[in-house]
């Protein structure tokens, strides 16, 4: 048996607070994060103060486990989320390394292309 296509999410149509999701069905996964990034943009897209384009999905960056699950999930397809794969026995320190890397990486485009334009002899710390 396949995995659907399509999946259920934290799906964000208005600015409100989310309740959490709970396994029903066969296909239902419960992912824990073990390290996520705090992104201020999630925020900001969650209460309106940076608008987003409705539905929107929270959850940016983050190295995960899967919680909790029905019999028939068995693996998440690559083009259904972005999924970096790590060896099982990947250690907590290179779990937050991965999770740190993606968080700087994001902020720091961000930083030097919306906050501020970086010129030539300009000096940046991210």
């Keep these: 048996m396949s995995i659907p296509k399509f ?4 799906l964000v149509t208005e600015y409100t607070e989310i309740e959490a999701h709970q396994v029903t069905g066969p296909y239902d996964v419960i992912i824990k994060n073990h390290y996520a990034g705090v ?3 999630e925020a900001y897209f ?13 959850g940016r960056e983050a190295t995960n486990l899967v919680e909790a699950s029905f019999a028939q999930f068995t693996k998440i397809q690559e083009d259904t989320v ?15 390394l991965w ?8 902020t720091g485009i961000t930083l030097v292309h919306e906050a501020y334009e970086v010129n030539a002899n300009d000096y940046v710390l991210v």
């Design 46 to 58: 969650r209460n309106g103060i940076h608008p987003a384009e409705f539905p929107f999905v929270l």
């Design 99 to 106: 999770t740190a890397s993606l968080l700087q990486f994001i």
């Design 39 to 41: 992104n201020f943009i």
């Design 82 to 96: 972005s999924v970096k794969k790590l060896a099982a026995n990947t250690s907590d320190r290179e779990l937050k």
């Design 7 to 10: 999946h259920k999410v934290s």
